[in-house]
Nanobody, 123 residues
Framework: QVQLVESGGGLVQTGGSLRLSCASS????????MGWYRQAPGKQRELVAA???????NYADSVKGRFTISRDNVKNTVYLQMNSLKPEDTAVYYC?????????????????WGQGTQVTVSS
């Protein structure tokens, strides 16, 4: 029943890099958009980056030029390459996938969330 599995979080120094991975059990045909959200203590969850089925990208202003979202269609996996990390990037990062599950003549929207992975950037 687990639809999204995240990996790649950890502890890194300021200026370092990490790559987060998120593998989906959904078919790539069913997924319309995949993205990464993050939530720091005392703050609301915010969108970090998103990638649509048509390859349109969207980034939070705070990560533009530093983070890159990408997808491997064969593995049905989305990645978040994070470079030049800053302490303010410290948060739990959640993978998200939205789409429509079509089975025969029926269809149902889905909104999947990963378990979250901790990213900590030290000074």
């Amino acid at each position: 029943q687990v639809q999204l599995v995240e990996s790649g979080g950890g502890l890194v120094q300021t200026g370092g890099s990490l790559r987060l991975s998120c593998a989906s059990s959904r078919t790539r045909f069913s997924i319309n958009v995949m993205g990464w959200y993050r939530q720091a203590p005392g703050k609301q969850r915010e969108l970090v980056a998103a990638l649509t089925r048509s390859s349109t990208t969207n980034y939070a202003d705070s990560v533009k030029g530093r983070f890159t979202i990408s997808r491997d269609n064969v593995k049905n996996t989305v990645y978040l390459q994070m470079n030049s990390l800053k302490p303010e990037d410290t948060a739990v990062y959640y993978c998200n996938a939205r789409g429509i599950d079509v089975r025969g003549t029926s269809a149902r929207d889905f909104d999947d969330w990963g378990q979250g992975t901790q990213v900590t950037v030290s000074s």
